[in-house]
């Protein structure tokens, strides 16, 4: 399936990810094996619409379906609204 592409600034995992499912059947892991947190000056915080915008070009490189297109502008919603949700819990 081939390395990182580097070209990519926001989403190289993402991108490496599509390709490996598009390869393989992925399996289920009942477990967590990673963690998240929101910091004022990664990338992804500060960039959220370069960061959007480059999910979706890495999305229609792997589907022509409008409808998972659909629902990766509503999960880039859902993104956006929980990001002001803790913005604004942050500061309480």
Known sequence: IGFFDE????CMD???WLKVISKFKPGFINENLAGFRIHQKSKSELNVIEH?????KIAKKYTKSKFLIFLHNLNYLSIILGYNFLRIFRHV
């Open 7 to 10: 070209g990519e600034y926001y």
């Open 14 to 16: 993402y991108d490496y």
């Open 52 to 56: 959007f915008q480059d999910e979706l």
